[in-house]
């Protein structure tokens, strides 16, 4: 990723109340100071991870050549174990960077996420089982334990938030599935205040995902277009909308629900910030920084792929966009409803899908480390 040592539109997202993250890892970019230098540079204030990051970062180039000679002598050891302490090695050194933003803004930025088993996701006591084994294996204060937003995580995110566990939840694409983990965390802190613990270092961000879903509803706006009659025209006008609209809702629920009572009951509390996720943009016929500029505004976090952090530093044009027009998104729902979308249907669907994508790359990851283990020589 290239860097300049100017002023760029990344560094600007700060005064519109937005925290850049990168959705990227690897030990190479790690060790050789890059992340170091988006942090200074881009004014970078956080890291996610994901099954997917870790495979192409571990099956690919020589970067955790020297991870596996170490732990090729361990031949008890088995591809998930190897993983885990490699992944948990290279969490750690992140946060270890990370850390003078974590102190710089009290706890608000600077964390690193970790996923839970994605196998999990429809399992509310062995996710809470690995998310605490997962904390304590990290051991470093600004961890995010990434756990799915799915019905069975609800439960799961309540826990541990009581617990004082950071958590990122993961997988959100409909505004119910976003309330109902939002009401999990205010659920989780008010469990923890009863208790007579500190409720103001606990951070939790809801990753909420957006270009999937353009991705998903154009398809069905390409098909029905083709025989949708006068209806048509109408259809095309909500190619590249919904996803925004969708996400500029969640945000307004986002807005009342910090404004209600319950909230201000929690003193001292940091509010759970919605983050925008899968902001890489697919269809090329969009400008490819459209989900960060389009999403900017208080609160919330942006997590961008390495390709749309450079675009975005480029050529971005931060604006508070966030709370433009939050009546004509709602105008957007309703003529995509009108028309016969479903978004609803393909929000439930995209979960499935994402947690499945989750596991066949989870599942590519352990089957790529076995290799590497197999033609890894132990350190002699």
Known sequence: MSTHLTTNPVQHLAAFGQSPWLDFIRRGFIADGSLQRLVEVDGLKGLTSNPSIFEKAMGEGSDYDDGFRALAAGADRTPQEIYECLAVEDIQAACDVLRRVYDATHRIDGYVSLEVSPGLALQTKETITEARRLWAAVARPNLMVKVPGTEAGGPAIRRLIAEGININVTLLFARSAYAAVAEAFIAGLEERAASGHDISGVASVASFFVSRIDTVMDREIDRRAEAAGEDAAALRQLRGRIAIANARLAYAHYQDLVAGPRWRALRGAMPQRLLWASTGVKDKAYRDVMYVEELIGPDTVNTMPPATLDAFRDHGR???????????????????????????????????????????????????????????????
């Open 318 to 380: 931060p604006r508070a966009s966030l709370v433009e027009g939050v009546e004509e998104a709602r105008e957007v729902l309703a003529t995509a409803e009108r028309l016969g979308l479903d978004l609803d249907a393909a929000t439930e669907n995209l979960v499935v899908d994402g947690v499945r994508q989750f596991i066949d790359a989870a599942d590519r990851l352990l089957g790529a480390v076995a290799a590497r283990r197999a033609a890894t020589p132990a350190r002699g």
